[in-house]
């Protein structure tokens, strides 16, 4: 069992492995010109030049601070529209057109709009990456209350339960798995605008080091760049999903069956 | 056996995407030719735009089939770096930055020629209250990251006794570095002449008028691989290209008046280049005026993180080898002095 | 306790509406069943029986006639009513424990540990407290559902095909379950089921519906002691009064189709 798990988790990692020894060779051998695929050893290099400067501690700092302000807010508000709109018909039926209508447009196509209002600065970034962050919560805490099944609500009601009784024993558990893939879905999208904003407007950040680097023919910095992005996205999506195993054992094993 | 083959599969599919990756084929018998092109019009100042408007090169290669490609890149020096890069490009001529941190990079490119005399000025809104450069501090600078200006924002803050971390670098260029500059949502940086005239800009200081190393430099550069490739055609194009300058420097005001073509008026032409000597303007040579400032330029760019390594222009950069045979064969050895580091002709 | 009440269904009937459809589904029922009894529903899948449940636990609303409880009329679900789905329901995400407790006010008071223990000792699942639904048989859930339904003492006990899905002899097993249980708590018990051996070994009376619409076709009593012997000559007489009602006789095994 343990072992085949184990196996499992090494099979992920083959392709990668591929990949890395192809790109080695590839650029070793200058099969790839190294301005378009710099080799993995300078990119070790360059991370190191990086990290024990400090600079890429203090623009990972600044990113991760813009994505936990926006996801604070964006899943926050999310998650109370889309807590209102499953529970209660009338914010539903005024909120949800509006909520529909306005999802349907990229959050990117907003920049201008955001620029506008909010200038370069922090706001803009902050109120962007919570729009991103906002839509995935909304929409997957109103699913997950909507689908709420109606045979355990009946039970319940025989049970005479009040409202928050009925919330706290059923809605909140049964919508909880749907509302930490919203929360994951999320952070993911925090994530990515966060690189966005900072493509789009400068100040500390990593999306802005991978900018100027980019400007100043820097590949090999870049490509530390889309390693650390990848890398660090990767690890708070692994630490969204320990917290749901945790909180959600019921779920998986009995998904499993 | 199964396994083998399937790793094997893998690793041709790793191969089958990174090798699909080395950038544009090169097309048969176009010359492409790459210019920062942030006004988006399509001729370039000085010498460079006597040769377009002539169209000495299209001349030149017409009898034998090959076609010239004028590229103007909105993402400046930089964006030609990235067009050399990924072959989409043959030829550029951009600034120092530009082509230092290419090199820096590892981009093989050489240079052929000299391209001298850029000016700029830095700007403020006209209400503002920002007065010398030492008023930048903790402001917000419009900086078109990795052209000649950023490095030149570098120096006149050094001279003040600031670093780009006194001020709020914000990323911006052409138009938009225009209107951010108007809207207030930037408080200076550096731009063109017409600004300060049509009266929503100031200027706090200038280029012009100061030593020859505030301006730009630029260089020609020719893709290394495109050199080897077609030496004949390089030299031809040179050779051309150096009869224009010559041409150009016989006559100032007809130059000046070529390049208004850029959507420069000549009366700011004349600010900015009239109290320079057109053969200065117009010489090629890679001579100590360009190899001093290079030289100073790459310590300034490594020191303030421009650049992560430096190299050795002359071996890994300058090319002579061309610019020397053509000269010698247009008999112009002698018709451009070589200037020294202060920009003043050098007396044999 | 709750007081065990009686139960009066007087001229019930009941029609689903569909965009232009109207379906009788329950027409003129008349049933009364006294305190503590015991009453199988027996009836061909569709003829309303889950329907009729539901009415009588409050969960469906809109019909014609009376349901009386002591002479009351009913005001949707009740505590008073506890019910026993034909899916168990239990809650997966709360341990089977937690799932007794449910219909308890204060599921962490003294009084309300020794109920769901009890309870849980009553359907046979001691020592199951911690575990979690999907780790339980389809037998130990029913199980279960049933001592969360009998944990806050109902006065009647409606239950829907509460063992349709076992196997022949877990089935069996939970009738002498079924049978102790009801004993104990001294409940009226309403059952449906398909399975006319069931009926028998358990009701004081059968309650044969026919379907389409669903009617009450004929009222069987069963006046025999308990327990019950599957093969005694009574037993088989009744069974063949049974099946008489679908034009079935012994010799032909009974399906579950009908
Ligand atoms: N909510 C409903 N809306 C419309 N028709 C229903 C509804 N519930 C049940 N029916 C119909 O009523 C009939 C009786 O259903 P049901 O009471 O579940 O039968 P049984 O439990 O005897 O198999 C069936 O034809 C079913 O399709
Ligand atoms: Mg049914």
């Given amino acids: 069992m343990k072992i085949q798990l184990l196996k499992n988790k090494l099979t992920g990692l083959i392709i990668p492995l591929v990949l890395y020894v192809a790109w080695d060779l590839l650029s070793r051998y200058e099969l790839v010109p190294s301005t378009l695929m710099p080799p993995p050893k300078v990119l070790f290099e360059t991370w190191w030049v990086m990290q024990s400067s400090g600079e890429l501690l203090l623009n990972m700092k600044m990113s991760l601070l813009r994505v936990g302000a926006g996801f604070l807010v964006g899943a926050s508000s999310g998650f109370l529209l889309g807590t209102a709109m499953g529970l209660w018909k009338p914010v539903e039926q005024y909120l949800n057109p509006v909520f529909n209508f306005f999802r349907q447009v990229p959050v990117v196509a907003w920049i201008p709009f955001l620029l506008l209002w909010l200038g370069i600065d922090e706001w803009f970034k902050i109120v962007f990456i919570s729009c991103g962050a906002f839509i995935p919560m909304t929409l997957k805490t109103y699913d997950g209350i909507k689908n709420v099944p109606a045979s355990y609500l009946e039970v319940v009601r025989v049970f005479e339960y009040g409202w928050f009784r009925l919330l706290r024993t059923v809605i909140v558990p049964s919508a909880l798995p749907s509302i930490f893939t919203g929360l994951r879905l999320s952070l993911s999208e925090a994530w990515m605008l966060v690189i966005g904003a900072e493509l789009v407007a400068a100040g500390e950040g990593i999306g802005n080091v991978m900018v100027i680097a980019r400007r100043l023919f820097q590949t090999d910095v870049v490509l530390v760049g889309v390693i650390v992005i990848a890398i660090t996205g990767f690890a708070m999506d692994r630490l969204l999903g320990l917290l749901e195993t945790r909180f959600l054992g019921w779920h998986r094993t009995q998904n499993a069956q | ?279 200065y303007l117009t010489s090629p040579k890679l001579d100590g005026q360009v190899t001093q400032q290079y030289k100073d330029s790459l310590v300034l760019f490594k020191d303030n993180g421009l650049i992560r390594k430096t190299f050795d222009p002359e071996k890994d950069l300058y090319e002579r080898k061309y610019l020397d045979e053509v000269l010698k064969e247009l008999k112009l050895e002698n018709h451009w002095p070589n200037y020294d580091i202060n920009g003043n002709p050098i007396k044999k | 306790m709750e007081r065990l009440g009686t139960l009066e269904v007087k001229n019930l009937s009941k029609k689903f509406r569909s965009r232009n459809d109207e379906l009788t589904v329950l027409n003129d029922i008349n049933l009364t069943v006294q305190p503590g009894e015991f009453i199988s529903i027996i009836g061909s899948s569709g003829c309303g029986k889950t329907t009729f449940l539901r ?199 009974f399906t579950y189709t009908i």
Avoid at chain 2, 109 to 124: D, E, F, N, P, W
């Fill in chain 2, 1 to 279: 056996m199964k396994k083998t083959i399937n790793i094997l599969l893998i690793l041709a599919l790793g191969v089958a995407v990174f090798g699909a990756t080395p950038g544009f084929a090169q097309p048969e018998k176009v010359i492409r030719i790459g210019f920062p092109g942030g006004s988006g019009r399509p001729l370039s100042a000085g010498g460079w735009g006597y040769v377009q408007a002539k169209n000495l090169f299209e001349e030149e290669f017409k009898k034998d089939g090959w076609t010239i490609e004028y590229n103007y890149i909105k993402t400046a020096g930089p964006g030609v770096n990235e067009g050399l890069a990924n072959n989409s490009l043959d030829f550029g001529s951009h600034g120092d930055l530009p082509v230092l941190s290419a090199r820096a990079g590892g981009l093989k490119i050489k240079a052929l020629a000299a391209v001298r005399g850029g000016t700029s000025h830095l700007l403020v809104p006209t209400n503002s209250n920002i007065r010398t450069i030492k008023d930048l501090k903790g402001k917000r600078v419009g900086v078109n990251v990795g052209t000649w200006t950023h490095a030149l924002l570098i120096k006149v803050l050094k001279d003040n006794g600031l670093t780009m971390k006194d001020i709020k670098v914000i990323n911006t260029s052409g138009t938009a570095f225009e209107t951010a500059l108007t809207t207030g949502d930037i408080d200076a940086g550096f731009g063109s002449l017409s600004l300060i005239r049509s009266g929503r800009a100031r200027e706090i200081w200038t280029t012009v008028g100061r030593h020859v190393r505030y301006q730009n430099t630029n260089t020609f550069v020719v893709r290394e691989e495109f050199l080897k490739k077609h030496p004949d055609i390089v030299k031809r194009l040179l050779k051309v290209y150096v009869k224009g300058l010559y041409l150009a420097s016989l006559n100032k005001n007809e130059t000046l008046k070529f390049n208004t073509r850029t959507g420069t008026a000549l009366a700011d032409l004349v600010t900015d280049n009239g109290g320079q000597s057109i053969k």
């Fill in chain 3, 55 to 253: 009415l009588v636990v409050g969960l469906e609303k809109g019909y014609e006639g009376e349901i009386l409880l002591d002479g009351q009329r009913l005001n949707g679900p009740s505590l008073k009513r506890g019910v026993v789905f034909q899916d168990h329901r239990l809650l997966p995400w709360l341990s089977i424990e937690k799932n007794v407790g449910m219909g308890l006010k204060d599921a962490k008071s003294d009084e309300s540990r020794k109920a769901i223990q009890e309870h849980l000792e009553l359907v046979g699942l001691k020592g199951f407290e911690k575990h979690y639904p999907h780790q339980l048989s389809g037998g130990m859930s029913q199980r279960a559902a049933i001592a969360r339904a009998l944990v806050n003492r109902p006065g009647i006990l409606l239950l829907d095909e509460p063992l349709g899905a076992l196997d022949a002899l877990t089935r069996m097993y939970m009738h002498q379950e079924l049978e102790r249980i009801w004993k104990q708590e001294k409940i009226t018990m309403i059952m449906i089921t398909h399975d006319v051996d069931e009926a028998i070994v358990l009701s004081d009376k059968i309650v044969v519906m026919s379907s389409r619409p669903g009617t009450i076709k004929k009222i069987i009593p069963v006046p025999l002691a308990r327990p019950r012997d599957r093969a005694s000559y009574d037993f088989v007489k009744i069974k063949e009064e049974v099946l008489e009602e679908f034009q079935l006789h012994t010799e032909h095994p």
